[in-house]
């Protein structure tokens, strides 16, 4: 084992003594502040075992995959072409840019209680707001993509008459791939963020109302579980679309050498 | 292709927003969509005028704004004060780097949000929470990008220093710093804008002043005009965090003689 690995392994080690420590057997932090590790098992049996918060565990994550699912795909399905035509046509781009530039400052966690206005607490809401959230990065770097397209290809292609269909398919959506990729994941960082966020506010179930219901009801136990969920489910998320990136992206060298 | 000129961007740009306010205006005026939900643009407007010197949910607009600026302030300072030293540190201790970065790595991957409920745990709605949210989006970019800035310093600088007998002291502030500096400007303008963004999320849930508040209360009358007014006073801040930041960059890049 290398200097590193055991350095970082004695200090998860010792940093969950600390915390068995500190809790349980000092009582140092107070167990209505932070969860001891025995509170924390208690809490995460219960939502597994008889539910919290109108559901089990599973039932509270796949209802967030899902919305954070379909808001996502909503979101790339419309900003990945718009940023497309937007670094494809100049014109296109004159034309959208000013309206894109006064949406894009407003931070996508800043659309939910105008989507809550809107569409109340169900689950249209949630999908409107992650396709908020998600939208602007997504356009971003599928714009970017195009603009950096190698010129002397594209020239190649128009002088050789390449249709524009296969244009597109041969050489717009391959050239900019890697960067509307590194979109998709900076979209589903956000998306995920924003909808924990949205479900916090309001919603019947679902990871971020386990949050809040943990909040009303006073249980650190549940918030703790809650909080290691929600980073769980956002960090196999991220992993799936790396290996969804790898895959699509296995002939650029660039990538794999990234990894 | 017709040859572009600014011109034509500007006539075009004109046309794209001119058509959306106008799409917008008829959605909204026609009675589409009810003006409860979709108030027309210069409604709008007018709110945010009215907003800027009339109290709604406890304070106008500004008195909103300058709380959540407040909280921003600290939290992203308190951020900066912490994450910018402990990177460079962890760029110069080994030991240092190998404790902190597992522990870091464990708790970076929260999102800032997921701290809500805690945060509404130790500090109700006072001053503490929001500024805890803010922290936990604002630090991690500070300190990863003073870690990287300091690994970047010239291995050769750092020899000859060591060569000489530099105190580990100095050889932080004046050799691990100086070439650290381009990194962290562009570690803060990404901590600003995952805090400001944090901030908006903390004060939607747990404050009882600040601008997400009043967007809360907004949405609690079922005053559309009120939260959309809020969206611009949040962009519209967020807007000039980043220029200012972007405006300090550009001016400690020059000053360094490189090129922006």
Known sequence: MSRKAAVGSATIVAALALWFFATTMTQMISPGRFPSPADTWVAFKQITGVGYANGVLIDHVVRSVVLVT????????????LGLLMGWSRKAEA?????????????????????ILWLGLGDMAKILVIWFAAFVPSVINAYTGVRNLDKPLIEAAQMLGTPFSTFVREILLPGASPMIFTGLRLSLQASWTTLVAAELVGAMTGLGRVLNAAQQDLFPGMILVGMIVVTLCGWVMTAALGVIERRALSWNTATRAGD | MRIFNTQNVIVLGLIGFGGFLGFWTLLSVSGLIPSLFLPSPASVIERFVFLLSHRFAGGTLIDHLWASMLRFGGGFGLAVLIGVPLG??????????DIVTPLFDAVRFIAPIAWVPFAALWFGTGIGGPIMIIFAGAFPPCLINAYRGAKFADPRLIEAAQMLGTPDRRMITEILLPSAVPSIIA????????GWQSLVGAELIVASTGIGYMMVQGQGNVS??????????????????DIALRRVEEAILRRRGLSV
Request: glycine content about 14%; some cysteine.
């Open chain 1, 70 to 81: 379909l808001g996502f795909l909503v979101a790339i399905c419309t900003g990945v072409p």
């Open chain 1, 95 to 115: 034309l959208i840019n000013p309206v894109f530039l006064v949406i894009r400052p407003i931070p996508p966690l800043a659309w939910i209680p105008l989507a």
């Open chain 2, 88 to 97: 460079l540190l962890m760029g110069w201790f080994r030991l240092l780097d």
């Open chain 2, 187 to 194: 570690g803060l303008r990404i901590s600003a804008g995952l």
């Open chain 2, 224 to 241: 559309t005009t009120t939260v959309m007014a809020g969206m611009i006073g949040i962009g519209f801040i967020g807007m000039v965090i």
